[in-house]
């Protein structure tokens, strides 16, 4: 006798939802996790013959801190897709709430997003962005594959970071964040 309850096997999701035949709204799934509130980054790779790539990314998150890990997921049709998996290196710049006019140009796609844009060379000659509130730089460690993302995992081998106020992402338009007792202007008449 086995005491292990029965359960159907479950459906791969990738399959599930190329197939049409899952039973969420695309539209509606994407308004549900838009109601979760993000930071705005820019992840900056350099291609093998130098050149800067960029992306307009809220996928970012924390994995672990011993070791420190990050993750960052890119759709796969993306057109800088090669560059990101082939790069030995890659730099989350995580934007001030100042930014909202470069992460509009890096969410667009364009043949040189780094015209008129100041940068340096981090590792592996990955971009890092002045008035970033933060950056991490990272060696990549591995790519996943999950539906229609590929998710990076990074190992962090720099970072820096300040106290100025980061650009915040929700419901579709961009924001800040209020502390406890804050008001803005609008709730103060």
Same mark, same amino acid.
């Given at each position: 006798m086995n005491d292990v309850p029965k359960q159907p096997a479950a459906p791969d999701p990738a399959n599930?939802?190329?197939s049409d035949s899952s039973p969420i709204n695309p539209r509606d799934f994407r308004n549900a996790l838009g109601t979760f509130a993000t /930071?705005?980054?820019?992840i900056t790779a350099a291609s093998p013959d130098g050149k800067p790539y960029g992306l307009t990314c809220? #996928?970012?998150a924390s994995v672990s801190l011993n070791p420190p890990l990050v993750l960052w997921s890119l759709v796969v049709y993306s057109s800088s897709l090669a560059v990101f998996q082939n790069a030995s290196h890659?730099?989350?710049n995580v934007l001030g709430a100042s930014q909202e006019a470069l992460a509009n140009?890096?969410?667009k796609s364009s043949d040189d997003k780094f015209v008129g844009v100041?940068? #340096?060379p981090g590792l592996g000659n990955a971009p890092l962005l002045p008035g970033s509130v933060a950056n991490f730089q990272c060696r990549s460690v591995n790519r996943y594959y999950g539906g229609d993302h590929v998710i990076f995992l990074g190992a962090v081998e720099a970072y820096s970071y300040n106290r100025n106020e980061p650009l915040l992402f929700a419901r579709g338009?961009? /924001?800040r964040f209020l502390a406890e007792g804050e008001r803005s202007e609008a709730d103060k008449s």
């Open positions: 599930e939802l190329a /930071g705005v980054t820019i809220n #996928s970012f890659f730099a989350v140009k890096f969410a100041d940068w #340096s338009t961009y /924001g």
